[in-house]
């Protein structure tokens, strides 16, 4: 039963953040949500509310911990957004404006994805007798880690959301198919605005949309499993700060392709 229910979950969480995405963009008008993408062109973040109201939504099927690592996580990015001054990038940057005695609002959004990837795998695993402490600790890492990747990879229309569904859909039919598929389906739900290079997910939506990914992961793993992610998303965490992911994908036959698709030819 758990591939139809994540598929409900999907379908309301879609149809939600695309009605949400139309009607936010119509009475919203706030330039606080503007913002000029990697082109030059005017785009709006105001994506990153709608897929938050559509996964957050979905999530409700999926139970707790997805409703937790939804709205929790894209509250904290719409922190940044919003209030977010730009003087440090990256997470050594703001690790080391913290150690200069500096608080950014990255800095507290790194602090808050932990606490919210925390809360939602100890939701998760309330009824695991096969988990314990350090099982929720490096599952709440996961999530952490999985919502900062994907606001790394939101550069390029299309790029984070491309990769949402495709990390979601091989765990629709797990434990964690229902997170998944509010994942999946609120990402397509927005996915033809942000193509048309005409809206981005932002953090609010980025932050939002790893953060639920990594908890459907977490979910679905037992402690190996949630090491093995871990590792791999601290290595590309760590890879980022040297090295260009637009420029590795843009060299790479295959990923330039699909990273492409779908885009409007300029």
């Known amino acids: 039963m758990t591939a139809p229910r994540a598929a409900a979950a999907g379908v309301v969480a879609g149809v939600t953040a695309a009605v949400a995405h139309r009607i936010l963009t119509r009475v919203v008008h706030s330039p606080r949500w503007a913002r000029t993408n990697h082109a030059g062109d005017p785009v709006t973040l105001l994506e990153g509310p709608a897929y938050v109201a559509g996964s957050g939504l979905g999530a409700l099927l999926a139970g ?3 409703v937790v690592a939804s709205l929790g996580s894209g509250a904290f990015g719409a922190l940044d957004d919003l209030v977010g001054d730009g003087s440090s990038k990256g997470l050594r940057g703001h690790l080391g404006a913290a150690a200069r005695g500096e608080v950014t609002t990255g800095f507290v959004k790194v602090l808050g994805l932990g606490a919210t990837g925390l809360l939602a795998v100890a939701l998760a695993d309330r009824c695991r007798p096969d988990v314990g402490p350090l099982d929720v600790l490096v599952g709440g890492g996961v999530v952490a880690g999985s919502a900062n990747l994907a606001n790394l990879l939101d550069l390029r229309p299309g790029r984070a959301l491309k990769v949402v569904v495709a990390a979601s859909v091989p765990l629709l039919g797990s434990p964690g198919g229902r ?5 999946a389906g609120a990402a397509l739900g927005v996915l033809g605005p942000d193509l ?3 809206a981005m997910l932002g953090d609010t939506g980025a932050n939002a949309a790893g953060a ?3 908890t459907a992961l977490a979910e679905s793993t037992g402690r190996r499993g949630r090491l093995v992610a871990l590792a791999v998303l601290t290595a590309l965490t760590l890879a980022s700060e040297r090295v260009s992911f637009t ?3 843009e060299s ?3 990923l330039r392709e699909v990273d ?3 885009r409007p030819a300029r």
């Open 252 to 254: 790479t036959p295959g």
């Open 212 to 214: 639920l990914v990594g």
């Open 64 to 66: 707790p911990s997805g």
């Open 247 to 249: 420029r590795v994908i």
């Open 179 to 183: 997170a998944a598929g509010a994942a």
């Open 260 to 262: 492409a698709w779908g």
């Open 196 to 198: 048309a290079g005409r």
